[in-house]
């Protein structure tokens, strides 16, 4: 399952990703944790040292590495030179899995244990202003946007991503990627804003969009939101003396949470495992074509002088039944 967690800037994006996946972990589930936000907190939200964290393998740095190993032997994609982020995989590509071991991972996760097990962690690697543009080819998130791409998850298997709201990811496909995305608000305007723009991008490609609200205090508050955003509203969450705790480095151990946020981590859980039944990998793989042709059309052909639609296996469809070829 693919979750998202998006929203303005210092609403808890990355926050709430840490306690989801530390609720998935302590529950034994295998978690995949990327973190694809302008600020690169989510080691430090999963406990990593400042030096620990500072030490993570970034994806923006591995893109050769990661194009060459997902092309595989596809005979459709020259090279990697010519590997875009929406390149889309097909008949030769190699396929990623949540649980196994590859050279990918071996590259760019780093396991972090937290209470009651372990998740992998990926992250993207600090932001510069070149990574900020529109559509630009060496976009850090980009290296997210073909890993997911190419990543075949099953029922019970989590990948968590910590990502930011911003026009980077609706320029790509990336925020198309998800079964379900959490806009965190807080009980504000500019939060419920932020809602506002990405239910108008989503609109048009299914994409499920629940609201988290948080740092919700009282019933003004509670109202504010639902007034705003309606039934998209799932859950809010209020001030956590556990994560006052965390961020002054003393991590009480994970079952200490609050239970009123624990049943609220639950909800997204619920929420997330609830959009299994909905999933349709003929329309996402559609949706990653579609991306595809028009990143190719407005800069991707110019930008490597080949014709990138031809990088497109008509027949092909992502999915679960796909086998990975050797
Ligand atoms: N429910 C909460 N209880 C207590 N503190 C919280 C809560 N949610 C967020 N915070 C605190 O608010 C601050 C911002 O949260 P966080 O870093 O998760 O936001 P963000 O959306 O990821 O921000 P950025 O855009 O900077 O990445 C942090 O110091 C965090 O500890
Ligand atoms: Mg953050």
Not at 60 to 88: C, D, F, V, W, Y
Not at 118 to 143: E, I
Not at 176 to 182: A, S
Not at 267 to 275: E, I, Q
Request: proline share 5%.
């Amino acid at each position: 399952m693919k979750i998202a967690f998006v929203g303005k800037g210092g609403s808890g994006k990355t926050t709430l990703s840490s306690l989801f996946v530390r609720h998935l972990v302590a529950t034994g589930a295998p978690v995949l944790a990327i973190d694809a936000d302008i600020n690169q907190h989510l080691g430090a939200a999963l406990g990593l040292g400042e030096a620990e964290a500072a030490a993570l393998p970034a994806m923006g740095e591995q893109l050769p590495l990661i194009k060459n190993h997902l092309r595989g032997a596809n005979p459709r994609i020259a090279s990697a030179e010519t590997m875009i982020k929406t390149t889309p995989p097909g008949e030769g590509s190699r396929l990623v899995r949540v649980r196994e071991p590859n050279p990918v991972y071996d590259a760019c996760a780093r396991p972090v244990e937290l209470d009651g097990g372990a998740v992998r962690l990926m992250v993207t690697g600090p932001f510069t202003d070149a990574d900020l543009g529109v559509a630009c080819y060496h976009s850090k998130t980009g290296a997210v946007e073909l890993l997911l791409n190419h990543l075949v998850d099953g029922r019970d298997e989590y990948v968590v991503v910590d990502m930011t709201a911003g026009s980077d990811s609706f320029a790509s496909g990336m925020f198309t990627r998800f079964d379900i995305t959490f806009l965190v608000a807080e009980p504000t305007r500019k939060g419920v804003s932020v809602y506002r723009q990405y239910k108008e991008y989503a609109r048009d490609f299914g994409i499920v969009l629940q609201v988290v609200g948080n740092k919700v205090q009282g019933q003004e508050d509670l109202d504010f939101l639902r007034a705003e955003v309606g039934d998209d509203l799932l859950v809010t969450v209020g001030h956590s003396d556990w994560v006052r705790a965390m961020e002054k480095g003393r991590p009480p151990r994970f079952e200490l949470l609050e239970d009123v946020n624990r049943r609220a981590l639950r909800k997204l859980r619920v929420a997330a495992d609830a959009t299994y039944e909905m999933r349709d990998w003929e329309r996402y793989t559609r949706q990653m074509v579609h991306f595809h042709l028009k990143n190719a059309e407005a800069w991707g052909n110019e930008r490597t002088g080949a014709d990138l639609a031809a990088q497109v296996d008509p027949g092909y469809v992502l999915g679960e039944s796909v086998a990975a070829p050797a």
